[in-house]
C-alpha cells in the first residue's frame, strides 16, 4: 500500500469531490445563490452581476448572478463522470482491438497503424470539431441524453486509434517473452495465453493507460468549451448581456462549458474563468501525480533521496585471510 501512498490519496480526494457534486441536490440551493441586482432600502440599485469574491459569494458570481462555488460543485460529476467514462471506453474498445490485431490479425496491423498513424499529425481538436458541428446549436426536439450520447462517441473516437497502437504494441512485445513462447510449444491456446498470462500484465497497463486517457479526455473538453461545444448542450437562456447576438451558455455547468462561456469576461470579471481553470488545474495535477506514481511502480523505477547519500562515503567491505578457506593442493 505504501507504494501507492499518492494514487490513494488522490483517489480519495477525486471521490470526495464527486460524492459532493452528486450530493448536490440534498444541500445546494438551487438557483446556485442567484443575485443579480444589490438594492438598498430605497430600492436603488448598487450594484449588478458579475459581482467579486466575497463572503456572501465565496468565488464571485458570473453575468448571470450564479455563484461560481456553487456552479463548480455542481458540475464536477459531470466533469469527472464523462472524463472517466470516456478514458475507460477507450481503453476498454482500444485494447481489446489491439490484443485482436497482435493475436488473430496479424497480416492487418500494418495497414491498421498506417490508417491510424494519419491521425496523429492532425489535431485531435480540429477532428472534434469537425464531427461535432451537427449538434451545435439549439435543437428543441433533441433529447439532452442524445446530445451526450453523440458527443461521448466523438471523443471515444479521437482516442481509439493511438489506444489501440499502443495495446498491440505491448502484446507484440509480451508475446515474445520467454513463458508466452514456452505456452505456445506446450500447445497453449491463444485465449489461454490472453487469460492466464498476458492479462496481469495488460491490466498494469490499462490501469496506467486509462488515467494517461483522463488527462487526455479533460484536455480536449477544455478547449471544446473555448470554442463553444459545451458537454450536454447549451442553455437556451443564453447569458445576459448578450441578446444580440445570443451568447450561448452551458446546460449542465461541467466546468469546460463554464471556461467557454466565461472567457469573454476575463476583464470584467476574471473569477468567473479563472475559477473553473483553476479547478481544472488542481484535477490534472492530482491525476498527474496518480500517473507518475503508477508509472514508477510499473517500469520498476527508483526514486533516491539525495539528502540521505549526500556526504556519504561508500563503506568498503575489506577482504582478509580469514575470510577464505586455504585448500591445500595435492
Known sequence: MRKYKKTIIGSTLLLILLLMSILYPFYGPKDYNHQVLVKNEQGEILGRAPFPPLAQHLLGTNRNGEDMYWLLLYGAK???????????????????????????????????????????????????????????????????????????????????PSVTIFAADVTDGLLKTSFVQSSKLMGAGKLHIVRKQLMPYIRSYGLLFTVQQFISTLHLTMQLGLFGMFLGGRNRGGVLGFEEPPKPATLSNEWAGLIGQNYSEFIRAPWSILSPVVGFFVVI??????????????????????????????????????????????
Open 285 to 330: 495535477v492530482i491525476v498527474n501525480l496518480i500517473k507518475k506514481e503508477l508509472e514508477e511502480n510499473l517500469y520498476g523505477s527508483r526514486v533516491v533521496n539525495k539528502k540521505e547519500t549526500k556526504g556519504k562515503v561508500p563503506k568498503m567491505e575489506s577482504h582478509s585471510s580469514k575470510k577464505f578457506e586455504f585448500v591445500q593442493k595435492l
Open 78 to 160: 459531470f466533469t469527472l463522470i464523462s472524463a472517466f467514462g470516456v478514458a475507460l471506453l477507450r481503453v476498454f474498445l482500444g485494447g481489446i482491438f489491439g490484443i485482436f490485431l497482435s493475436l488473430w490479425a496479424p497480416f492487418l496491423k500494418s495497414y491498421v497503424k498506417d490508417f491510424f498513424l494519419t491521425f496523429r499529425y492532425i489535431p485531435s481538436i480540429l477532428i472534434a470539431i469537425i464531427l461535432m458541428i451537427p449538434i451545435v446549436g439549439d435543437f428543441n426536439d433533441v433529447a439532452i441524453s442524445s446530445i451526450v450520447t453523440y458527443q461521448i462517441i466523438i471523443l471515444v473516437f479521437i482516442g481509439f
